[in-house]
């Protein structure tokens, strides 16, 4: 059974950073890519950041190139979503996500992905 468990979220003030983890469980994900999507009040599920299992390609939506770095961890089958220079803009429930991707280069950007996790929610104060 696969599970997705996220933590890190919290209220911050603008300027400030936050890391979120996602803990990975149940299978192996070689293969697969990892998303870090976020849901703001009134607004669609996008992604903001998407990695390869394998660490070879990386997506940003434009809204956080330059302040959220996404990377993981095999060892401990996590990956993590660092936050810097955040905005109110920035304040939604974020969510992990996994898809199994095959030997594609890019990240998948839609929102076709095989697992979820619950989220966790992050608030930026002005």
């Known amino acids: 059974q696969v599970q997705l468990v996220e933590s890190g979220g919290g209220l911050v003030q603008a300027g400030g950073s936050l890391r979120l983890s996602c803990a990975a469980t149940?299978?192996?994900?070689?293969?697969?890519?990892m998303g870090w999507f976020r849901q703001g009040p009134g607004k669609e599920r996008e992604l903001g950041a998407g990695?390869?299992?394998?660490?070879?390609?990386?997506y940003y939506a434009d809204s956080v190139k330059g302040r959220f770095t996404i990377s993981r961890d095999k060892s401990q089958n996590a990956v993590y979503l660092q936050m810097n220079s955040l905005t109110p803009e920035d304040t939604a429930l974020y969510y992990c996500a996994a898809v199994w991707d095959g030997d594609s280069i890019e990240v998948v950007t839609s929102t076709e992905y095989d697992y979820w996790g619950q989220g966790t929610q992050v608030t930026v104060s002005s």
């Open positions: 149940g299978r192996s994900f070689s293969s697969y890519d």
């Open positions: 990695v390869k299992w394998s660490g070879s390609h990386a």
